[in-house]
């Protein structure tokens, strides 16, 4: 009896080591998802040539005054606005939902505010520096659900989130009060919390060694533009054309990163 008992819970113990076994087998042999498709190669091909293209034509003419450069980059965001609304309905994990909404939201703050600034009395008025801050935010909170997706957190990450709490917090706080006193109030409060979100919407992906493992298009992509945005605010850096054309660039590498991420979670969804 003694022996049968051993004899029976060895080969349970086979049975039950083995069949992780074949499944991790099953797991491995499973072949990853493709995303780069030939058809997808060439629309993001034909999106990049044709985007910097149009976008120098549409740089003269906002130079000579055809049209108001805000209609050009609202045009921008109304093409990256249905990328985000699909990966919304189409997700294949909460993160990518949850980002996919602050997508939408950034979307809708970034095009009230090139709305906004077609009305000269408004430029300098505290709604800018408002739809700013809201932007820059939304903007981060679609990063971190995008740079999370999909990638393993290893401890540097961990460390990574805390310390950019801790120092964006600190960040904006010194903002505000090493500002002049008769300066201070909530727009110069605003104006720290674009800032801050901004700088760490590059930080978030370039600084994570992980994204650029498992997601080195969208951590290029979606890094470049804040990237470009942050050295477009140093004073006297570009004339005014430089600058109209490289704030399309920017519209076009979110447009771009964003066109990445949904034909990731499109061909995911099929596997």
């Known amino acids: 009896m003694a022996e049968r ?3 029976a819970g060895i080969d349970q113990a086979g049975e039950s080591d083995t069949r992780p076994m074949a499944g991790n087998r099953e797991q491995a042999a499973s072949p990853p998802a493709i995303i780069w498709t030939p058809p997808f190669i060439i629309i993001f091909t034909l999106t990049l040539a044709l985007g910097l293209s149009v976008e120098s034509v549409l740089t003269q003419g906002w ?6 450069g805000s209609w050009v980059l609202l045009g921008h965001v109304v093409l990256i606005a249905p990328c985000w609304f699909i990966i919304v309905m189409r997700p294949r994990s909460l993160w990518a939902r949850v980002g996919g ?4 939201l950034w979307a809708i703050f970034a095009g009230i505010n090139f709305i906004v600034t077609l009305f000269p009395l408004a430029v300098n008025g505290p709604v800018i520096a408002h739809l700013n801050a809201a932007s820059s935010s939304a903007l ?3 990063y971190i659900c995008f740079s999370i997706e999909h990638t393993p957190l290893h401890r540097w990450d961990s460390w990574f989130f805390g310390l950019a709490l801790i120092g ?3 960040a904006v706080i010194l903002t505000y009060f090493l500002a002049a006193a008769d300066t201070r109030g909530l727009s110069t409060l605003e104006s720290g919390v674009g800032t801050t ?3 760490l919407c590059v930080l978030v992906w370039w ?3 992980s994204c650029w493992k498992t997601q080195p298009g969208p951590t290029l992509l979606f890094g470049l533009a804040p990237s470009i945005q942050l050295l477009l605010a140093i004073p006297n850096i570009t004339f005014s054309g430089t600058n109209f054309f490289f704030s399309q660039v920017v519209l076009l590498c979110i447009l771009l990163g964003a066109l990445r991420t949904l034909q990731g979670q499109l061909v995911r969804s099929k596997v």
């Open 5 to 7: 008992t051993t004899q």
């Open 63 to 68: 130079q000579n005054a055809l049209y108001a």
């Open 101 to 104: 909404i602050f997508g939408c």
């Open 140 to 142: 981060l909170g679609a």
């Open 168 to 170: 964006g917090s600190a």
């Open 197 to 199: 979100a901004t700088i």
């Open 207 to 209: 600084l994570r060694p």
